[in-house]
């Protein structure tokens, strides 16, 4: 079945959806508006313009440093290091619904979700509205959207304006023609491509001569459009938020970080960047990470050798949870799997093949190392014959205890790895996870756990799967290692700041100072921006994973 992604108009005299989501076979009634709590001065409109600069990377624009861009620096809080789109249309779709890519699956140029084959045929499909579908259900405005992307102008069908044009010279035109005569126009969303296509011919760098050209040129462009807007006949009762930003950095096809400029008179100049180590909260069960399709790599049967590290931290005394594994849930002693357990400070390894034939939990459990700080836990399988099968517990490098976990047989499992408490409450942060499909010995464990760069591991070609945890934006961790697959993030997850509270593995901030605030920056920042701006509160049922940080910088424009 092919999912079709398109999130619809407005329905002429009937109710919009009210939810983020919708299914072929359900609708929901609108909510009531509501309205962030903060006293504002309402005597300006709130207004927002976007601008995407298709294929223009942060370390481009900072290198090319264009005039009427460093000029908006000096009242923007801007970033040269935004998390990458993953291709044309998926920054676009994280732009304009506030989803990473994990949550709306829009990668190809027609702007359908791809098809997960592990998805229910006839289950709900769910789908995010644009913000325009958000504005427009709480203010009187009119919405506009000018690109010479016929895919994109349909994506967003429900902007009042959708001028054709061709070129980045005509959708300037358009733009400023929209400015300049339509006094109701409230949101207005631009898009530039022609430094992408000189990208594509010459490469993505300022040393190329047609892209430095397509830049500044565009650039141009963005100062007509802001003369325009601030000529605007109301342009005194108005207030704008100007965020300029780009799909990706680089190509469609291999895309690299962008940037984002978040524009306000009102606004001091902050460059934003994420600053010391930053990571996922894994506070209570509903938040989880997940290898959504493996194809059995992370399946250990009766004989495999295989070495799990992980670095955690916890913060509760929970007993019970399982914390770390890839396992059926616990049953008394029915399971079918491996996973690791908190009991307060003891770690417990668990093993079990009750689904196979084989016996119910097996235990190991390691005192008084969940505590204190930062730890390094690992666990090797080593198969000697076929009543042996030794499964060992190192903390920090030293190893500690073992056993022989052959009666469990067959550890086979359809469910997923997953990082994160389940069967139990818990409290912890997590980073560097590491599989290998061989069992390191000591020596090797131990001359390795301080280790920053996982490509100098004398077993990197042995390493199936690693993933940091410290990407501080979105719902994708991404798997570094050569093999294996990433890991995408479930429930109300946050990311937190630690700076220089770290684990082993990783390299310090060098730029870090004590106190300093970490703000990494999303494609996705732009709607949940819009939708502060103009004081629509974003609620949970949104789905929204952008960040509104100008909510942290309220002393300079909330007077």
Not at 151 to 166: C, G, H, I, W
Not at 252 to 270: D, E, H, I, K, R
Not at 447 to 469: M, Q
Request: aromatic share 12%; proline share 4%; glycine share 8%.
């Amino acid at each position: 079945m092919k999912i079709n992604n398109k999130i619809y108009n407005l329905l002429f005299c009937v109710c919009v959806l009210s939810i983020l989501g919708y299914s072929s076979c359900k609708k929901y009634a609108n909510p009531p508006a509501i309205y962030e709590e903060l006293q504002r001065n309402t005597a300006k409109q709130k207004k927002v313009l976007i601008i995407s600069i298709d294929g223009l990377g942060g370390a481009e624009l900072k290198a090319i440093a264009p005039t009427n861009l460093t000029a908006l620096q000096k009242n923007a809080k801007y970033s040269f290091n935004t998390n990458k789109g993953y291709s044309d249309a998926a920054g676009w779709v994280s732009i304009l619904t506030g989803t990473g890519y994990v949550k709306h699956q829009i990668l190809n140029d027609n702007f359908e979700r791809i098809q997960d084959p592990n998805d229910d045929e006839h289950g709900t499909i769910t789908s995010y509205r644009n913000v325009f579908d958000y504005i427009t259900q709480f203010k009187a405005v009119k919405t506009g959207v000018v690109s010479p992307w016929p895919n994109l102008r349909k994506f967003m069908s429900n902007a009042d304006f959708a001028p054709v044009v061709s070129t980045d010279i005509a959708v300037k035109d358009s733009t400023v023609a929209l400015l300049n005569n339509q006094a109701g126009l409230g949101a207005l969303v631009v898009n530039f491509r022609e430094v992408e296509a000189a990208g594509l011919n010459g490469g993505f760098s300022a040393t190329n001569a047609a892209y430095k050209t397509s830049v500044t040129t565009a650039d141009t462009y963005i100062g007509d459009i802001m003369t325009a807007l601030k000529a605007r006949k109301n342009y005194a009762n108005e207030d704008w938020l100007v965020m300029v930003t780009s799909n990706h950095g680089g190509s469609s096809a291999a895309p690299t970080n962008g940037f984002m400029m978040v524009y306000n008179t009102a606004l001091q100049p902050l460059e934003l960047k994420k600053t010391g180590f930053n990571t996922v909260a894994f506070k209570t069960s509903a938040v989880t990470a997940v290898v959504p399709i493996d194809k059995g790599l992370y399946n250990m049967g009766d004989n495999k050798d295989f070495t799990v590290q992980m670095q955690t931290k916890f913060n509760s005394s929970s007993y019970y949870p399982q914390f770390l594994g890839k396992s059926t849930a616990l049953s008394g002693s029915v399971m079918t799997g491996w996973f690791w357990m908190q009991e307060g400070a003891t770690w417990n390894l668990e093993f079990g093949g009750s689904a196979n034939g084989g016996g119910g939990k097996q235990q190991l459990g390691i005192p008084d190392v969940l505590a204190n700080g930062w730890h390094t836990l690992t666990m090797t399988v080593k198969y000697v014959n076929a009543t042996t099968r030794t499964a060992s517990a190192y903390v920090d490098g030293v190893f500690k205890s073992s056993y022989n976990v052959s009666g469990s047989k067959n550890i086979n499992t359809n469910e997923l790895l997953k990082i994160g408490a389940f069967g139990g409450e818990s409290d912890f942060y997590a980073a560097n996870l590491s599989i290998f499909n061989t069992a390191l010995d000591a020596s090797t464990i131990a001359a390795n756990i301080s280790l920053k760069d996982i490509t100098k591991h004398p077993n990197f070609a042995n390493l199936i799967g690693f993933w940091r945890v410290d990407e501080g934006a979105e719902g994708l961790l991404e798997n570094k290692a050569a093999m294996g697959y990433n890991m995408v993030l479930k429930g109300p997850y946050t990311w937190v700041g630690l700076g220089n509270d770290l684990p082993a593995s990783t390299t310090p901030d060098p730029n870090y100072v004590n106190g300093d605030k970490s703000f990494p920056t999303a494609l996705g920042d732009v709607t949940a921006l819009s939708l502060y701006w103009m004081n629509i509160k974003i609620l949970p049922d949104y789905g929204i994973d952008g960040n509104p940080f100008l909510k942290q910088f309220e002393i300079e424009f909330i007077k």
